[in-house]
């Protein structure tokens, strides 16, 4: 008889982690890729020899290959949550660029949310890295 895996916090933290991802990862390829551009800073486009919408959908597509990896490869489950953490911290500069100019992106329509949303970025990061390690 196959032995059953016991839910854990981790477990169960996991799963609405790559939820999270996938869900905001299709948010970024279709309903709110026009307005995630206004979150990528002028100076990124340069740095990357890109524009603002190949940006949008190239970090909506790591989204969702994050988040499904996460669930599908358990093996790999610390090194996927480093790259989850790695990328929280590499999309951070459009969150201050956001602020700092005031313009408004899906869901965050005000000065006050924009702020707010600067410190959502840490506890994401902790979260990507607690719930990928086993102890």
Same mark, same amino acid.
């Given at each position: 008889?196959?032995? $059953? ?6 477990? +169960?933290?996991?799963?609405? *982690?790559?939820? *999270? ?13 026009? &307005?995630?551009?206004? +979150?990528? @800073? ?25 988040? !499904?990896?996460? !669930? ?5 489950? $610390?090194?996927? &949550? ?17 602020? #700092?100019? &005031? #313009?408004?992106? @899906? ?17 994401? +990061? ?10």
């Amino acid at each position: 008889m196959p032995r $059953r895996r016991r839910l854990t916090l981790r477990s +169960v933290s996991r799963g609405v *982690l790559a939820l *999270l991802l996938v869900a905001a990862g299709a948010g970024h390829l279709t309903w709110g890729r026009r &307005g995630y551009r206004i +979150v990528v @800073p002028g100076w990124a486009t340069l740095l990357l020899h890109t524009d603002k919408d190949a940006i949008v959908v190239a970090s909506g597509a790591v989204e969702v290959v994050l988040g !499904v990896a996460l !669930v599908a490869l358990p093996a790999e489950r $610390r090194r996927i &949550g480093a790259a989850i953490a790695a990328f929280f911290i590499a999309v951070f500069p459009g969150n201050v660029h956001q602020w #700092r100019t &005031g #313009r408004a992106a @899906p869901g965050l329509n005000t000065d006050r949310s924009r702020f707010l949303r600067l410190f959502l970025q840490p506890p994401l +990061v902790a979260w990507a890295w607690w719930a990928t390690r086993d102890r």
